[in-house]
């Protein structure tokens, strides 16, 4: 029997899942507008900054806001170090030497962090209530609603940063033409340092919002997988089509767990969106909003 | 070492050598903005230029007119960086460019506009004029800026929001005119900017040119409209297979017999 209620439970919740899934996303399109890069790790680089926010907040004793800080800080010198050593000895290279290094960098950051990690909790201790918060007869979890209104004005923000800042409309002309950005005096290795400085920060603001959303962030590596779809949905080099697309793949989740899984015994909440993602690139090729490559000649 | 009730003396360098003791009422010729020296540049096996010297003043137009594959891009290609002299010296104001990354180039506001027009077809006119004018300076010089363009191209105004991609062939070239201003450019290299355009919309084009000489702009100009180059040119080189075979006032050479014939279409 259809049940109105448990229906607009798990839009909201599917919603709540979705804003985080967007800054994740988001961490994967900055990287993919600025350098053409598929960077097959944004699932490593997600769960390496919650462990680190984890570990700050366990040897530092500082309250979550300073363990925040201090993975930040760790994390964008990760970032800039992998930007520096890695891909920019590599400068020009083909887009499978870009994959395949990503998919290195992705294997090493899971294998290296069982070990540096070993022993340290993966938990983020969650500042907000754990009673649910009653709203209209549906109980909702307090985190994920706090997780989702953060991510939501972290991307605000990262909107706000790339139309209306100077540096912003820089990065976009680095996205758009690199040719034509350096010849207006834009300096490119600036701003791929600058991207990844980026990706270090929201890799640390995602991972932490993921690990407390979800009650301790279990299978966070697994959320580059969930990445994939909202990403190629969106039209992999828009900011708003990745929003939309990551507002309904966790609709979408929702949905499906809670009226088909209970049906085909569980699990096909992780292959849904894999469908409607081929069954939308019938349709439009180059996702929700992404723009067709024809240009005028 | 006069002393108070000396006759005034000029300083040495203000002197001629030939007229050695007598004050000159005019100040020498400033130094030369642009120097270009024996330049050489290869693609490959294909010897593109091969000994180029070229001189840009501080102020006005210098034309470069030459057939096809002449070199005549590859020499502003090589100034703005794009592609890397094999030998020779570039250089502004007394400091080398040979070698310098573009942007670094660009940051001198040296600024090129390439044949093309080099638009950010995805970004709206408004940004790619902002874009223009990031690496300069500041704010409020900016805003400025924008102002004079738009004065100078009212069109740009109308269709600031558009995608620059969306801008037919001649209001194409006008942005891109428009965007190298916005950096106010000591130099101003312009590759064939009536390529493609419609009758009036190149000498729309020629208006401008000059125009902004007038204000101040060197402007080096490359151009197969050799007579529309010369007509608004102090001074012109031709260039042949890679090398200059001809340089001078550019009077004198729309008047010159072999530069009618082979650029100008005389008999």
């Known amino acids: 029997m259809p049940d109105p209620a448990f229906f607009v439970f798990l839009v909201v919740d599917g919603a709540l899942a979705g804003a985080v899934y967007a800054l994740v996303a988001l961490a994967f399109v900055v990287v993919y507008k600025a350098s053409r890069m598929i960077n097959f790790a944004v699932g ?36 800039l170090l992998f930007n520096r050593v890695v891909l920019r000895p590599l400068f020009r290279p083909s887009l499978l030497s870009l994959i395949m290094v990503t998919i290195g960098v992705g294997i090493f950051m899971r294998g290296a962090a069982t070990v540096v990690f070993a022993g340290l909790p993966v938990r983020i201790a969650s500042p907000f209530p754990a009673d649910p918060l009653v709203v209209g007869g549906l109980p909702l979890a307090v985190d994920k609603i706090a997780a989702a209104a953060i991510a939501a004005a972290a991307i605000a923000l990262l909107t706000w940063f790339f139309h209306g800042s100077r540096t912003g409309l820089a990065l976009r002309a680095v996205a758009s033409d690199q040719q034509v950005a350096m010849a207006i005096g834009i300096d490119l290795h600036r701003h791929f340092a600058l991207t990844w400085g980026l990706v270090g920060v929201l890799s640390v603001l995602a991972g932490t919002l993921w690990s407390v959303a979800s009650g ?64 939308t690139l019938l349709v439009r090729p180059y996702g929700f909003l992404g723009r067709p490559d024809v240009e005028r000649v | 070492m006069g002393g108070l009730g000396g006759p005034p003396k000029l300083p040495d360098a203000r002197r001629r050598p030939g007229q050695a003791g007598a004050p000159l009422d005019f100040p020498p010729p400033p130094p030369a903005l642009l120097e270009i020296r024996d330049l050489h540049v290869s693609y490959g096996r294909i010897r593109a230029l091969q000994g180029v010297s070229l001189t840009v003043p501080q102020a006005g137009i210098v034309a470069l007119i030459g057939a096809n594959g002449a070199g005549k891009s590859t020499l502003l290609r090589a100034v703005s960086g794009v592609v890397r002299a094999r030998q020779g010296s570039v250089s502004l104001l007394g400091e080398d460019l040979v070698g310098l990354p573009i942007h670094q180039i660009a940051r001198r506001r040296v600024i090129h506009v390439p044949e093309g027009r ?31 363009v738009f004065a100078l191209f009212p069109m740009l105004y109308a269709r600031r929001r558009q995608l620059a991609g969306s801008l037919s062939g001649g209001e194409q070239q006008m942005l891109a005119i428009g965007r190298a201003m916005m950096a106010r450019p000591r130099l101003l290299m312009l590759d064939e900017p009536s390529l493609g355009l419609a009758p009036l919309l190149v000498r729309e084009i020629f208006r401008i040119i000059p125009q902004l000489a007038n204000e101040g702009t060197a402007i080096l100009l490359v151009e197969q409209n050799a007579r529309m180059a010369l007509q608004c040119a102090a001074h012109a080189y031709v260039l042949q297979t890679g090398l200059v075979v001809l340089s001078g006032a550019a009077a004198d050479l729309l008047a010159a017999p072999e530069v009618q014939r082979a650029y100008l279409g005389a008999g």
């Open chain 1, 44 to 79: 490593e680089w997600t769960m390496l900054g919650s462990r680190m926010a984890a570990t700050a907040g366990q040897i530092l004793g500082t309250g979550l806001g300073g363990a925040l800080g201090a993975a930040c800080v760790a994390m964008i010198g990760l970032a």
């Open chain 1, 216 to 279: 301790g962030g279990f299978g966070i590596e697994l959320l580059g997988l969930k990445v994939f779809p909202i990403v190629i949905l969106g039209g992999l080099d828009s900011l708003p089509g990745t929003i939309i697309a990551a507002f309904v793949v966790g609709v979408l989740e929702s949905l499906v767990t809670g009226y088909l899984d209970p049906l085909v015994g569980g699990g096909f909440s992780h292959v849904a969106s894999y469908v409607v993602l081929i069954a």
């Open chain 2, 118 to 148: 080099g638009m950010l077809a995805r970004m709206t006119v408004l940004e790619n004029l902002r874009l223009g004018g990031l690496a300069a300076r500041g704010r409020r010089e900016a805003a400025a800026d924008l102002e004079r």
